[in-house]
């Protein structure tokens, strides 16, 4: 990364939060919903959306300006990028997390970033994944998010792994079960069981279900650091789990995942990881900052954390690859025997 040299690139970092929540805003408000058929001028923006002319005007002068519409004569049309990933008839629409997950829970947190990096606990927005799924209602709203920002992941990951032969999988910390689903879906003959706490299961079940899954995936109810994990698994998955939970206890559920696999079962970690060197990418980076909120211990994961892990907790091969590039790795290994 080159080294910051002009006040415009500090300022522009500084104000970078006025486009993200402009951005933001625009999808919560509809503004790219209603272009998704055609260009629309101010006016008949102003009437699907319900918003002042005025106002609307200075919205969509800031939207044009970043790259998210066009702006040709007195008409707006939404960016590629925006038409695919923003507009929710979209199957690839990335809409639910952005506006369940990154407004409602990170955005908010980030103003209790000074006190998080003092130690002082917790942010009140967002929390540890313990207190935010004690409660059904945001348990569901922040498993719905996940699943909309899981599904591309997913995907990818079910394509790059190789589970031919594999016969059930436990997905730890599975959430929404976007990445069981996917799994499932691209290995016909696998089962699976998705462990997390009760509350996020209810979302799990709906999408599960609605996959047609129904009959080859359960439900285990629990806190992975203490409850007995369902045995009967040659796959164990965990994504965005090692994020979500304190530095010290990656180890121990590692330890948990070896204890639970038969000789030449696979354990599968997915997350954000940044360079072993701590230099970047940038977009790992920062995600290592909304983990702070979840847990005061958390701390940024590389490839070599992860593997050291693995081996100390007596896994074999293990290697990582990259899955969502300058965001994501998978890392793997195999229980001797
Ligand atoms: C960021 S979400 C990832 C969900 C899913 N694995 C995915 O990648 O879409 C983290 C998940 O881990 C679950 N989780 C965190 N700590 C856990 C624990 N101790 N026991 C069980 N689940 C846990 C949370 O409830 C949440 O569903």
Known sequence: MELI????????????????????????????????????????????????????????????????????????????????FLVSSQA??????????????????????????????????????????????????????????????????ARKTDLAGRTRLLDVGGGSGAFTIACCNRNPSLQATILDFPNALGVAREFVESA?????????????LNAEWPDGHDVVLMSFLASAVSGDTIGPLFHRAFAALPAGGLLVVHDFMV???????ADAALWFLSCMFNSADARALTPSLITDHMIDAGFVHAEVQPLIPDLTCVASALKPG
């Open 5 to 84: 040299t002009d006040v415009r690139e500090l300022t522009h970092i500084a104000y970078g939060f006025k486009a993200a929540k402009a951005m933001l805003s625009a999808l919560e408000l509809g503004v790219f919903e209603c272009l998704k058929d055609e260009p629309g001028s101010l006016d008949q923006v102003a009437v699907a959306t319900g918003l002042a002319e005025n106002r609307l005007e200075t919205l969509l002068t800031a939207l044009v300006s970043l790259g998210l519409l066009s702006k040709t004569g007195d008409l707006y049309e939404n960016a590629p990028a925006v038409q695919t």
């Open 92 to 157: 690839t629409y990335l809409g639910d997390y952005l506006l369940l997950q990154t407004d409602r829970f990170l955005f908010p947190a980030f103003v209790e970033l000074s006190e998080v990096l003092q130690g002082h606990g917790a942010g009140t927005a967002w929390g540890e994944y313990q207190d935010l799924m004690a409660d059904p209602a945001v348990a569901a709203e922040f498993s719905r998010g996940q699943h909309a920002g899981s599904l591309g992941p997913a995907a990818a990951l």
């Open 212 to 224: 047609g899954l129904g009959e080859r995936v359960d439900h285990f109810a629990g806190d992975a």
């Open 275 to 281: 360079d072993d060197d701590l230099t970047g990418p």
